[in-house]
């Protein structure tokens, strides 16, 4: 019987960092996956270390925002039918949580990663040889009309309240950061303190392999055969079962398989999306990532081609993809950015786990003793995974944690 300080399930951008930050502590730790790490939703995102979040994604407040939605003309978002009754709870509850007062709220709750979470890459990247993938030049966010720009203003002034810089730009101004985009937009804002990486996969594969350095143990198995024994957490994995005294959860959208049966209940949302690489016809070239903000996708510039992910899409996490909003965003990403070949026969999907109040759960598990839970990072786990290693690290060894966990906890959706 191996027996360990801790096990960690799941080996996504969350898993490997917490298990590498329990590492450098000095604990022995397990960290178990199905795949190889950082093969599912940590593979495909667009790459954006975006520390500068001021408002979470919110439930459309136009309704003629919500009507093209409804009537599956919406570039930025799509749905299957079948799903609405089982998605309806939550994205009530997402839109309760959308108010100018909850957007408030979040902001604020969530202030404390969000600032550290650049700082925290770059120890890690630094530690596991991988600065190679970071690229800070920020990213620039593209609005085609005067409305949407000027919607902007509470979200930038807050930004100044926060210290975070910013520069408006206009067409030409843009450009001149991008030269191969097409005026088609009228506005722009380079968030000029984020940062990107140019292989998302890469940089997992960096952090458990840094983590394995320190002695961790990356091994296969399934997550659902966690198991009380002998007063233990036990695991069977390909080598055998692994006990230890506490274990932490952090299978992103796949929590609820291990947690439902466990008997706790929270209330995961899903936001499927897709990306796909295209090569640059001609000359095409970006040096950082673009977010077309009205259309609602983002171009990203990766080692395997320009990186073009969607929006949300509201389905069965396990349901067949349907890449539906490729035909209608295309025509307007070809209008800004001469995109050439797809790389891929298919688009990839993913699938985004997020709370209502697009916070994460990072803390212990209720009514479970040495079980710990982080997960539901939304928008920004890749973002998010290192800031949360230390925090949950901290927590499971006694130390201070660099900030107030109680905004994350669990107790947030079963307190009544
Ligand atoms: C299109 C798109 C674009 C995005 N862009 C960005 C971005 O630019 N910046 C950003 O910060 N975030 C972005 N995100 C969000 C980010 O990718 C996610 O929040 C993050 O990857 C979640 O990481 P995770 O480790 O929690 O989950 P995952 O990466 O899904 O890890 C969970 C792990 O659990 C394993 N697992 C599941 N079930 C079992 C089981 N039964 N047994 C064993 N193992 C199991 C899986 O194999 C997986 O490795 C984007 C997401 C999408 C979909």
Redesign the pocket.
Known sequence: MARVDAIV????????SVALHLAKRGLAVAL????A??????????????GNVVFPPAFPSDPLALLRVALKRATEANYHLTFLPQVAPWLLAFRAHSSPQGLLETSRAMRPLYAVALAEHETLLAEAGATRYLRKNGWLKLFRGDQSFAKLDRELALAKDYGIPYRALDTEGARELEPSLTPVFRHAVHWEGVA?VTN?LAV?QAYAARFATLGGVVMR????SLHRADGQWRIDTAEGPVDASQTVV?????AP??LAPLGIKLPLGI?????RHYRGAGNAALAR?VLDADVGY?L?PMEQGVRL??GAEFAARDAPPTPVQFDRLLPKAKGLFQLGEPVEATPW?????CFPDSRPVIGRAPGQAGLWL????????????PATGRLIAEMMTGATPFCDPAPYAAERFTRR
């Open positions: 399930l799941g080996a996504g951008i969350v898993g490997t178990l996956d199905r795949r790490p950082g093969e599912e939703t940590s593979y495909g995102n667009a790459g954006i270390i975006e990107s998302p997992t198995g399934d997550a659902r952090t299978l992103g959208p796949f398989d291990l936001k499927r999306g897709y990306h990532p983002c990203a992910s969607t999907m993913g699938s985004r786990p982080a997960y539901g990072h939304a928008h920004w786990g890749l973002t998010l995974g």
